[in-house]
């Protein structure tokens, strides 16, 4: 089983930085993909940055240039730097975590998000 726990949100000024962490238990972290996506009210999920098990980032292109993944394996944790925020960047994120497994599809594990605000 893995279990995330996201931290780091609050409420920030256009323009100002926030960094997210995703804390991951469980062993497989190491082997797992991690995945930030956002969802602000009444819209859909949203992804946001990826990082693979080797450290290879992507980016959805509204963030590219601005935020940064990055994960920490002997800490188990992976972080989204967000830099000059702006108020489209508000929502709730989430991290996950796609882990190979056995049978072929990986399995998925969801934190409980954390609120970013991006507010004067």
């Known amino acids: 089983q893995v279990q995330l726990v996201e931290s780091g949100g609050g409420l920030v000024q256009p323009g100002g930085s926030l960094r997210l962490s995703c804390a991951v238990a469980?062993?497989?972290?190491?082997?797992?993909?991690i995945d930030w996506f956002r969802q602000a009210p009444g819209q859909q999920r949203e992804a946001v940055a990826h990082?693979?098990?080797?450290?290879?980032?992507t980016y959805a292109g509204s963030v590219k240039g601005r935020f940064t993944i990055s994960r920490d394996n002997a800490k188990n944790t992976v972080y989204l730097q967000m830099n000059s925020l702006k108020p489209e960047d508000s929502g709730v994120y989430y991290c996950?975590?796609?882990?190979?497994?056995?049978?072929?599809?990986?399995?998925?594990?969801w934190g409980q998000g954390t609120q970013v605000t991006v507010s004067s």
């Open positions: 469980g062993s497989a972290f190491s082997i797992a993909a």
């Open positions: 996950r975590a796609s882990v190979p497994n056995t049978s072929g599809r990986d399995a998925r594990f």
């Open positions: 990082i693979t098990s080797g450290g290879s980032p």
